[in-house]
């Protein structure tokens, strides 16, 4: 089975530029299609933050985060990573890594995963 561990969250300062990590583990040979990190705030839906195909590292951004935040892979460790610059007490949320294992063309829906981490928690203070 697929592994997802998120790590990187906790509580920083507003203009604080934090990184996420995302590492997936399995038994068997890993078919990444894409990876994404998804948020979720107390009270609201989960969101797409954004997503990086595994082949060509191209990339896609939720509006609310572009320009700030900047998604990266290294296909060799299956590790993605979520460079947050500028941090926003609105960013304050639950983090999540999402691996798709099929080209999906609603990928920003949470259903175009195949599977999920358990969340790291980003606290932004002001």
């Known amino acids: 089975q697929v592994q997802l561990v998120e790590s990187g969250g906790g509580l920083v300062q507003a203009g604080d530029s934090p990184r996420l990590t995302c590492v997936a583990s399995?038994?068997?040979?890993?078919?990444?299609?894409?990876m994404s990190w998804f948020r979720q705030a107390p009270g609201k839906e989960r969101e797409f933050v954004a997503r990086?195909?595994?082949?060509?590292?191209?990339?896609y951004y939720a509006d609310s985060v572009k320009g700030r935040f900047i998604i990266s892979r290294d296909n060799a460790k299956n590790t993605m990573y979520l460079q947050m610059n500028t941090l926003r007490p609105e960013d304050t949320a639950i983090y999540y890594c999402?691996?798709?294992?099929?080209?999906?063309?609603?990928?920003?829906?949470?259903?175009?995963?195949?599977?999920w981490g358990q969340g790291t928690q980003v606290t932004v203070s002001s």
């Open positions: 999402a691996l798709a294992t099929r080209v999906d063309s609603n990928y920003m829906s949470p259903s175009a995963n195949d599977y």
């Open positions: 399995s038994g068997h040979p890993l078919n990444i299609y894409a």
């Open positions: 990086i195909a595994w082949r060509n590292a191209i990339t």
